[in-house]
C-alpha cells in the first residue's frame, strides 16, 4: 500500500540552526502539506503545496519556513534559524486530484535545544 | 480560534459497546469533514469521511453523523476493540481552497477489555 514517508524520524539541533524535514509524498498525488503537533496541543496546518508553488500558508508559516520540491518525488521543509518553540512533531501530507482524504507520514520529531 | 472543536478531551467505553465521539465546528464555509485515529509516535490515519450533501456515511464498524444546522459530526464505532484505543481527531476543509485540513484538539478513546 502507497504511503508517505518521512526522514528523518527524530532530528536533534542547537537553536539557531537550520533544518530540512524530507518527505516523500505517495507517487500520483497532486497536493503537498506540512502539518506540526507541539506536544499536548492540536495539529496544526503549515502549508500546502500544489503545482511547484505555495497554495496556502498558515500564519505560522513566517519567513524562516520555505517548502521545496527539488525533484519529483521530495517535498522538503526548511526552518532557515530554529526556536525552542518550534520544537514538535512535523508531519508531510498529501492527497490526490479526486481525493479528498490526506494521508500523512508517521512524523518527524523536531527537538531544538 | 477555534473553528474545529472536540470538547471531550477522553472517553472510556467497554469491548463490545458503541463509543461515540462528538465534534462541533463553526465555519460553514467547510463542506468535507473527515476523522484521524492517532497512535503516540505515528502519523494521522485517515478513518472516515463525509461531504456537507450527506448526512450519514458508514464504512463497517464506523459511521459518521452530520448535523449541517447543529454544525456537528459525531463518529460512531461499534463494536468497539481495544485496538480501537487511540486519539481521534475531528477535521475539515473547504473544497474551495487548497483543501488544507483544520483540526479539532482530539479525543483519547480508550476501549476497556
Known amino acids: 500500500e502507497p504511503e508517505v514517508t518521512q526522514t528523518p524520524s527524530h532530528q536533534v539541533t542547537q537553536m539557531g540552526q537550520e533544518v530540512i524535514l524530507r518527505c516523500v509524498p505517495i507517487?500520483?498525488?497532486?497536493?503537498f502539506y506540512w502539518y506540526r503537533q507541539i506536544l499536548g496541543q492540536k495539529v496544526e496546518f503549515l502549508v500546502s503545496f500544489y503545482n511547484n508553488e505555495i497554495s496556502e500558508k498558515s500564519e505560522i508559516f513566517d519567513d524562516q519556513f520555505s517548502v521545496e520540491r527539488p525533484d519529483g518525488s521530495n517535498f522538503t521543509l526548511k526552518i532557515r534559524s530554529t526556536k525552542l518553540e518550534d520544537s514538535a512533531m512535523y508531519f508531510c501530507?498529501?492527497?490526490?486530484?479526486?481525493?479528498?482524504?490526506?494521508?500523512f507520514g508517521q512524523g518527524t520529531r523536531l527537538t531544538v535545544v | 480560534d477555534q473553528q474545529v472543536k472536540q470538547n471531550s478531551p477522553s472517553l472510556s467505553v467497554q469491548e463490545g459497546r458503541i463509543s461515540i465521539l462528538n465534534c462541533d465546528y463553526t465555519?460553514?464555509?467547510?463542506?468535507?469533514f473527515l476523522w484521524y485515529k492517532k497512535y503516540p509516535a505515528e502519523g494521522p490515519t485517515f478513518l472516515i469521511s463525509i461531504s456537507s450533501i450527506k448526512d450519514k456515511n458508514e464504512d463497517g464498524r464506523f459511521t459518521v453523523f452530520l448535523n449541517k444546522s447543529a454544525k456537528h459530526l459525531s463518529l460512531h464505532i461499534v463494536p468497539s476493540q481495544p485496538g480501537d484505543s487511540a486519539v481521534y481527531f475531528c477535521a475539515a476543509f473547504t473544497s474551495g481552497s487548497a483543501r488544507q485540513l483544520t483540526f479539532g484538539s482530539g479525543t483519547q478513546l480508550t476501549v476497556l477489555p
Open positions: 501530507a498529501s492527497s490526490g486530484d479526486r481525493g479528498t482524504e490526506a494521508f
Open positions: 507517487s500520483n498525488h497532486l497536493y
Open positions: 465555519n460553514s464555509m467547510f463542506d468535507y
